[in-house]
């Protein structure tokens, strides 16, 4: 890209970001009482709840299940416990999931991480830092940048992950630019320029969308 080019680009972005940043303190994002949003040391959950995230209500459908992990599986946070767990069989029975689809991302994305030396939640922070990683990981099925940017903010790196709920707060502001890298950008823009971490304002665009009695999981390990 041109420096001409570039220049436009980062301009756009910040045009997009302050409507986002404008609307969100209209919203109420820098009034709200703050719920620090937890780190996540248990990979075996971190790992579930970034497979199964995708496409299905969080809620009812993906929080059960982490917290049953939790529960049930507090030794499940190093590779080779799930490497030993994919060996006797019981991945389905692990995430309580039945679709061979997230079965087998989940076991491809384990053997992924355990080529690349990642052995714990610490690993996977480094990991999760570097863009060479970020980009190998993509090389598994059915992972993409928002599940890269949804793990990230899981373990505690600042982060915003572009889901529906960040397209439709853009499609509000009018935003009309869908492109993710864009979007991240911009609300990572956004939320610099509201003084607030990104993982936060992340977290605070998901409970504005989500029904007033609902709480996003806190995965405290």
Aim: glycine share 6%.
């Amino acid at each position: 890209m041109s420096r001409t080019g570039a220049k436009g680009a980062a301009i756009e972005v910040l045009l997009a970001a302050r409507r986002i940043a404008d609307h969100a303190k209209d919203e109420g994002a820098l009034f709200e009482e703050k719920h620090p949003r937890a780190t996540c040391e248990h990979l075996g959950a971190v790992l579930a709840d970034s497979v199964l995230q995708a496409g299905l209500n969080y809620t009812t459908v993906v929080r059960p299940r982490v917290l049953a992990i939790l529960r049930a599986h507090p030794n499940r946070l190093t590779i080779s416990s799930l490497v030993a767990l994919i060996q006797d069989g019981k991945t389905g029975e692990f995430l309580n999931w039945r679709h061979h689809e997230k079965v087998t991302r989940f076991e491809a994305l384990v053997i992924f991480l355990q080529r690349w030396g990642i052995e714990d939640v610490e690993d996977l922070r480094a990991g999760l830092a570097s863009e060479e990683f970020c980009d190998a990981i993509q090389t598994v099925n059915g992972i993409g940048p928002k599940t890269v940017d949804y793990m990230a903010c899981l373990v505690g790196i600042d982060a915003i992950a572009v889901d529906r709920h960040v397209r439709t707060f853009a499609k509000t502001v009018g935003v009309k630019n869908d492109d993710y890298h864009f979007l991240r950008k911009s609300f990572c823009c956004a939320a610099d320029l509201l003084s607030l971490p990104r993982r936060e304002f992340d977290a605070w665009l998901w409970r504005r969308a989500a029904a007033p009695a609902q709480v996003q999981l806190t995965l405290e390990v």
